[in-house]
């Protein structure tokens, strides 16, 4: 079973450009959520989805955005791109359901604003 | 929301060592897991153990809901182990609801394993 996958791997991108990054979870898991990972702040939750719906948001401002497709695929945005923004973006899919699923994580697409 | 702690931050070991990696969490939890990140930045599962003891080949890790800590064992440590490890917790507030993606991560142990 293929795993998730995310791209681009990598990007480079300008002050002020928005930018689009893409994951595919693992097939038959219906949760995506996705993480931004920073050498200052650690690992920190972003957002979540099923079925097509937004669930839960983390603490980041309004220029992060997601959406996810009838087939699970999502995709995050930031608008307004900021040099505090370079960072590791890592996705993960679950099952999700009733109880607490195991997370997959995504390689990562790695973000350099300059 | 909770609070996930890990210890130590730094760990430096020669090849072949023995060595345990703790994390304490703030409120109970369903979901625990441990990661290791490998230089390219991937999460690698090592762990989904929200309670008991796992074992999978040098590694092992055990968690004491009650008592709110996981450890995670590594023995005969090699040079592919280096990396940085983390535990990660679903916050309970969401775990009942109707949302299961928001992993807490602990600031990992940095682990340099030396041939």
């Known amino acids: 079973k293929a795993g998730v996958t995310q791209t681009p791997r990598y990007l480079i991108k300008t002050r002020g450009q928005q930018v689009t990054l893409s994951c595919s979870p693992i097939?038959?898991?219906?949760?995506v959520s996705w993480y931004q990972q920073t050498p200052g702040q650690g690992l920190q939750f972003l957002f979540e989805y099923f079925s097509e719906t937004q669930r839960n948001k983390g603490n980041f401002p309004g220029r992060f955005s997601g959406r996810q497709f009838s087939n699970s695929r999502s995709e995050m945005n930031v608008s307004t791109l900021e040099l505090g923004d370079s960072a590791l973006y890592l996705c993960a899919s679950s099952k999700a359901g009733q109880g607490a699923h195991e997370q997959y994580f995504g390689p990562g697409t790695r973000l350099t604003v300059t | 929301g909770i609070q996930v702690e890990q210890s130590p931050p730094d760990l430096i070991l020669q090849e072949g060592a023995n060595s345990t990696l703790r994390c304490n969490f703030s409120d109970s939890v369903n979901n625990l897991q441990w990661f290791h990140q490998n230089p390219w930045g991937q999460l690698i599962n090592l762990f989904y153990i929200p309670s008991g003891t796992k074992q999978n080949g040098r590694l092992s890790a055990t968690t004491v809901a009650t008592e709110r800590y996981s450890l995670l064992y590594i023995s005969s440590s090699q040079t592919t182990d280096s990396g940085v490890y983390f535990c990660a917790v679903l916050d309970p507030a969401w775990a009942g609801g109707t949302s299961y993606g928001k992993l807490t991560f602990g600031q990992g142990t940095i682990l340099t394993v030396h041939p």
């Open positions: 097939s038959g898991h219906r949760s």
